[in-house]
């Protein structure tokens, strides 16, 4: 596995982690619909929370929710969109994200922004 898809799969690994400790329950990690995929998708007592986590190493290249541009974004909403149907999900839904960065000396940064509108 390259070392960028390691580092992305040890974020999601924090932001599981994370989710479970405020009381989210997880039902699909990497969900796949045809080439596009979803992080995470978690439970709520009334909610449907679709996750995308980035994961970088520093802030040299900014913020890391910056990478979620506008192709990401219609990617997303194509795969949310499937989900909501496949599943016939008939909850309040909303998209979140989660952004790790790590710190050579300390713990990794967690930084959890909910309900992002998407274009």
């Not at 960028?4 to 599981?16: F, K, Q, S, T």
């Not at 989900?83 to 940064?109: A, M």
């Amino acid at each position: 596995m390259a070392a960028h898809n390691e580092l992305g799969r040890w974020g999601e690994d924090l932001a599981i982690d994370y989710l479970e400790r405020k009381g989210y329950m997880i039902l699909e990690r990497d969900w796949k619909s045809g080439h596009r995929d979803i992080d995470i998708i978690a439970r709520t007592a009334d909610s449907i929370v679709f996750v995308e986590v980035k994961t970088r190493r520093n802030r040299d290249f900014g913020e890391p929710y910056e990478a979620i541009n506008y192709s990401k974004q219609r990617n997303l909403i194509a795969a949310i969109n499937h989900y909501i149907r496949y599943k016939r999900i008939d909850l309040n839904v909303r998209f979140d994200i989660i952004s790790v960065v790590l710190h050579n000396t300390t713990e990794p940064e967690i930084q959890h922004i909910e309900d992002v509108r998407l274009i």
